[in-house]
């Protein structure tokens, strides 16, 4: 199945298209703070450089982040809408996934990181590689990059924009092996695990899809912790 | 022409399909009333979560409640600026997402305009050149309409808008979120001079407005009762306060109207729904022998309606916007 994926999680749009888990296209376009303005007509030149138009597409993969909120709410409206305006199936991938799915030939473990933009804290996951897919082990990780050594348990390896850096300060808090990955989520990653969902009959709903914040927004975290306090 | 229009640029989630800019086929309005009764206001991260979890089933409702596809729809017209940046690039995300695949022209209009167009929605008969008054909780604006899609700024508010004053004032007051309609309804039971309040700069040779003064005397009156033990008549301070507000709007509206020596006004956005506000552009118009016009109520408020409507305007002067169109949180109405 031909598959356009898109990922504006971070400052840069990915756009990719596969078919058959054969890459056709992954472009990586700048765009810092400028997602929203760029993407469509990002999409439009990756279709005509293949040499297709989007009614060639058999469906759309969406990376749900995590990331800037902002990115991935262009994203997550421009994947679901474009597939409710042309009736073609949607499936978001975590964004953490497609990294990790970028790293999918190492031997051992992938741990996922995308800074979460203030200070040294991230959005992080570990992955397992198994025969062309990765799977996650564990819960998602938000929190400081120290804390990474808690998710780690062995040698693995650190993919993500700012790896070195990252690689660092664990190696540093735990003298433990880790290979760094530089790497942004790819559009043709999320357009290969969006297409292994869709082939599978795993569908997202159009309407409903909403992205992957992993943190509630700092007014509802307050308000929240608030109310525990005073019940 | 068929107009798909947009709606995102506060705190509600819009779509509506009019016809030919004037026929209402369909408005759907999804509100985040219970998320700002909980914070007492807009949160901006919090809207914009919900206006991207709602964006895609109001769109559809809107098209279900006229019967139509989106294989009928023949342009999209969305809200580009003014507003919430985060809340805007929803409406606009999805609204470039329609027209790329559907391959219809796609306009980007401003929030202000919209509010213009409501009453051009609700009024065909609206003669122009007119002064309009644009006033919500976000804005306080008064504009010389030489003609639809032409605007002259004539003046604005220094401070807070006057929806924004109502807000406050009744959280001050204990009252529920949004202040406009509780006020509203409070005060009819209460006295319109059982307070002496301000009237800021009603005397002031310009057309801008200030509603701060008169939010802090309420206030201050109000701490003053507390200290000295005094009742407080919660009827009687809105009336009195929501009086105040009405002659500072529609003693301004006058000086602009007899300045630029037009015989019509209209009224328009969030405030222009309140009755006696209303009352009061309706006998002093009458004395002054100058036709006034209110949108119908469902037009008052934040709608996607309007936003057809004036990008229809926009559109039938040849103007189309490219995929490329972005959001301006903060720009003046052009033309
Ligand atoms: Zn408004």
Same mark, same amino acid.
């Given at each position: 199945?031909?598959?356009?994926?898109?990922?504006?999680?971070?400052?840069?749009?990915?756009?990719?298209?596969?078919?058959?888990?054969?890459?056709?296209?992954?472009?990586?376009?700048?765009?810092?703070?400028?997602?929203?303005?760029?993407?469509?007509?990002?999409?439009?030149?990756?279709?005509?450089?293949?040499?297709?138009?989007?009614?060639?597409?058999?469906?759309?993969?969406?990376?749900?982040?995590?990331?800037?909120?902002?990115?991935?709410?262009?994203?997550? %409206?421009?994947?679901?809408?474009?597939?409710?305006?042309?009736?073609?199936?949607?499936?978001?991938?975590?964004?953490?996934?497609?990294?990790?799915?970028?790293?999918?030939?190492?031997?051992?473990?992938?741990?996922?990181?995308?800074?979460?933009?203030?200070?040294?804290?991230?959005?992080?996951?570990?992955?397992?590689?198994?025969?062309?897919?990765?799977?996650?082990?564990?819960?998602?990780?938000?929190?400081?990059?120290?804390?990474?050594?808690?998710?780690?348990?062995?040698?693995?390896?650190?993919?993500?924009?700012?790896?070195?850096?990252?690689?660092?300060?664990?190696?540093?808090?735990?003298?433990?092996?880790?290979?760094?990955?530089?790497?942004?989520?790819?559009?043709?990653?999320?357009?290969?695990?969006?297409?292994?969902?869709?082939?599978?009959?795993?569908?997202?709903?159009?309407?409903?899809? %909403?992205?992957?914040?992993?943190?509630?927004? %700092?007014?509802?975290?307050?308000?929240?912790?608030?109310?525990?306090?005073?019940? | 022409?068929?107009?798909?229009?947009?709606? =995102?640029?506060?705190?509600?989630?819009?779509?509506?399909?009019?016809?030919?800019?004037?026929?209402?086929?369909?408005?759907?309005?999804?509100?985040?009333?219970?998320?700002?009764?909980?914070?007492?206001?807009?949160?901006?991260?919090?809207? $914009?979560?919900?206006?991207?979890?709602?964006?895609?089933?109001?769109?559809?409702?809107?098209?279900?409640? /006229?019967?139509?596809?989106?294989?009928?729809?023949?342009?999209? $017209?969305? =809200?580009?600026?003014?507003?919430?940046?985060?809340?805007?690039? &929803?409406?606009?995300?999805?609204?470039?997402?329609?027209?790329?695949?559907?391959?219809?022209?796609?306009?980007?209009?401003?929030?202000?305009?919209?509010?213009?167009? $409501?009453?051009?929605?609700?009024?065909?008969?609206?003669?122009?050149?007119?002064?309009?008054?644009?006033?919500?909780?976000?804005?306080?604006?008064?504009?010389?309409?030489?003609?639809?899609?032409?605007?002259?700024?004539?003046?604005?508010?220094?401070?807070?808008?006057?929806?924004?004053?109502?807000?406050?004032?009744?959280?001050?007051?204990?009252?529920?979120?949004?202040?406009?309609?509780?006020?509203?309804?409070?005060?009819?039971?209460?006295?319109?001079?059982?307070?002496?309040?301000?009237?800021?700069?009603?005397?002031?040779?310009?057309?801008?407005?200030?509603?701060?003064?008169?939010?802090?005397?309420?206030?201050?009156?109000?701490?003053?009762?507390?200290?000295?033990?005094?009742?407080?008549?919660? /009827?009687?301070? $809105?009336?009195?306060?929501?009086?105040?507000?009405?002659?500072?709007?529609?003693?301004?509206?006058?000086?602009? /109207?007899?300045?630029?020596?037009?015989?019509?006004?209209?009224? =328009?956005?969030?405030?222009?729904?309140?009755?006696?506000?209303?009352?009061?552009?309706?006998?002093?118009?009458?004395?002054?022998?100058?036709?006034?016009?209110?949108?119908?109520?469902?037009?008052?408020?934040?709608?996607?309606?309007?936003?057809?409507?004036?990008?229809?305007?926009?559109?039938?002067?040849?103007? &189309?916007?490219?995929?490329?169109?972005?959001?301006?949180?903060?720009?003046?109405?052009?033309?």
């Amino acid at each position: 199945m031909m598959v356009l994926g898109i990922d504006t999680s971070g400052y840069a749009n990915a756009v990719g298209l596969v078919d058959d888990e054969k890459v056709l296209a992954d472009s990586t376009y700048a765009a810092k703070t400028d997602s929203l303005e760029q993407i469509v007509a990002n999409i439009d030149s990756t279709l005509k450089s293949a040499g297709l138009a989007l009614k060639d597409v058999g469906g759309i993969g969406v990376g749900l982040g995590p990331g800037s909120w902002t990115g991935i709410r262009v994203g997550v %409206t421009v994947g679901k809408i474009l597939a409710f305006s042309t009736g073609k199936p949607v499936a978001g991938v975590p964004t953490l996934q497609a990294l990790a799915y970028g790293a999918r030939h190492e031997s051992s473990l992938i741990c996922a990181v995308i800074s979460v933009g203030t200070g040294d804290a991230v959005y992080a996951a570990l992955y397992r590689p198994e025969n062309n897919a990765v799977r996650r082990i564990g819960e998602y990780y938000v929190g400081d990059v120290k804390g990474l050594t808690a998710l780690l348990t062995g040698p693995a390896v650190l993919v993500g924009n700012g790896s070195q850096a990252y690689t660092r300060i664990v190696k540093q808090e735990s003298g433990m092996n880790i290979k760094a990955v530089e790497a942004t989520p790819g559009g043709a990653a999320v357009a290969c695990l969006a297409e292994q969902r869709l082939e599978l009959g795993e569908k997202d709903d159009v309407l409903s899809l %909403t992205p992957l914040y992993l943190k509630e927004s %700092t007014a509802k975290a307050f308000v929240n912790k608030y109310k525990s306090s005073h019940t | 022409m068929l107009v798909l229009g947009i709606e =995102t640029s506060c705190d509600e989630t819009s779509a509506a399909l009019v016809a030919d800019g004037e026929t209402i086929l369909s408005s759907i309005i999804a509100t985040q009333l219970d998320l700002l009764r909980k914070y007492g206001g807009v949160v901006p991260e919090i809207a $914009a979560r919900r206006h991207t979890e709602l964006i895609g089933y109001v769109i559809k409702e809107a098209l279900d409640t /006229a019967g139509k596809t989106l294989d009928d729809i023949e342009s999209v $017209a969305v =809200t580009s600026k003014q507003g919430l940046i985060g809340c805007l690039l &929803v409406g606009v995300a999805a609204a470039k997402s329609i027209s790329y695949a559907k391959q219809i022209p796609l306009i980007g209009v401003h929030h202000i305009e919209g509010h213009i167009f $409501a009453n051009r929605l609700s009024h065909p008969d609206l003669p122009v050149p007119h002064v309009c008054l644009t006033v919500s909780g976000g804005h306080t604006m008064l504009l010389y309409v030489e003609n639809d899609c032409k605007y002259e700024l004539l003046g604005t508010t220094l401070d807070d808008a006057a929806g924004e004053a109502f807000d406050k004032i009744a959280k001050f007051l204990g009252l529920d979120f949004p202040g406009g309609p509780v006020i509203d309804k409070l005060a009819t039971k209460g006295g319109i001079k059982a307070f002496s309040f301000p009237r800021p700069m009603i005397r002031s040779k310009t057309l801008d407005f200030s509603f701060s003064g008169l939010k802090t005397s309420v206030i201050n009156m109000f701490k003053d009762r507390v200290a000295r033990n005094e009742a407080l008549p919660l /009827a009687d301070i $809105a009336a009195s306060f929501q009086e105040a507000v009405a002659d500072v709007l529609v003693g301004k509206t006058m000086r602009a /109207a007899e300045e630029r020596g037009v015989a019509a006004v209209s009224v =328009t956005g969030g405030v222009s729904a309140n009755s006696r506000i209303r009352e009061v552009f309706r006998e002093t118009c009458r004395r002054k022998n100058i036709d006034v016009f209110f949108p119908k109520l469902s037009l008052c408020t934040d709608n996607a309606a309007m936003i057809a409507a004036a990008g229809y305007a926009r559109m039938k002067m040849g103007e &189309v916007s490219d995929l490329r169109l972005n959001v301006f949180p903060n720009v003046p109405l052009e033309g």
